[in-house]
């Protein structure tokens, strides 16, 4: 089962999908929370904390940088880029622009 959660700014999209994530998890089922937010900060609502959400790596720009290889699965993609939350939810940052300004 795949879910995204979309909507305006600010509309909850991030609490949303961290709520999702977690009680999914609780429930059972195997979980891979993809922040796809251009300002990544999933992690904080997961519940990883601010220092490891703004730690983790954009899979795009790892790859465009050339410091990584493309992964041949997604369980080795993951296995490179996913970082654990709680609940046992795995959390990994599509992409992620340097430098944010509002708008
Ligand atoms: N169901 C809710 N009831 C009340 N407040 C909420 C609810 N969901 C989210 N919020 C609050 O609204 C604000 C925006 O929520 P959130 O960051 O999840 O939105 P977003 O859509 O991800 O925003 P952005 O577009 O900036 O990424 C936060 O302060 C959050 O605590
Ligand atoms: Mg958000």
Known sequence: MKIAVIGKGGSGKTTVAGVLARCLARAGREVVALD????????????????????????????EDGGVEHAPTPEELLSRF??????????AVVTKIDQPNPG
């Open 36 to 63: 796809c937010d251009a300002n990544p900060n999933l992690g904080i609502s997961l519940g990883v904390g601010l220092d490891m959400t703004e730690q983790l790596a954009g899979i795009r720009q790892s790859l």
């Open 82 to 91: 996913g970082a654990p939350a709680p609940d046992g939810v795995r959390l």
